[in-house]
């Protein structure tokens, strides 16, 4: 069975750090790019952070950049997103999803249930 699930969400202090994980089960990540998005209450989803797989190369939204770091471990068949001086905007439930190439182009097939990230004082 195909799936992805992701792990580490939290309710962290303003300033604080959290990683999140990704890990793939029922195929290899290792030919895939993937991405990490985001969803707040009330708002639309947001991408985040996406990695290829070919080069390793990596973008980062605006909003998150010189914070956040996205990384893969293909032996361990995870990708992860390191996220430090946390805000309170940061708040929302974070998704992983696989690309259908080992680029970052935007089509998406397989993606996780979500962690839920709190950032609150």
């Known amino acids: 069975q195909i799936q992805l699930v992701e792990s580490g969400g939290d309710l962290v202090q303003p300033g604080g750090s959290l990683r999140l994980s990704c890990a793939a089960s029922?195929?290899?990540?290792?030919?895939?790019?993937v991405a990490w998005f985001r969803q707040a209450p009330g708002k639309e989803r947001e991408g985040v952070s996406c990695i290829s797989t070919s080069d390793g190369s990596a973008s980062y939204a605006d909003s998150v950049k010189g914070r956040f770091t996205i990384s893969r471990d293909n032996a361990k068949n995870t990708v992860y997103l390191q996220m430090n001086n946390l805000k309170p905007e940061d708040t929302a439930v974070y998704y992983c999803a696989t690309e259908r190439s080992s680029f970052c182009v935007g089509l998406y097939d397989y993606w996780g249930q979500g962690t839920q990230v709190t950032v609150s004082s």
């Open positions: 029922g195929f290899t990540l290792d030919y895939f790019a």
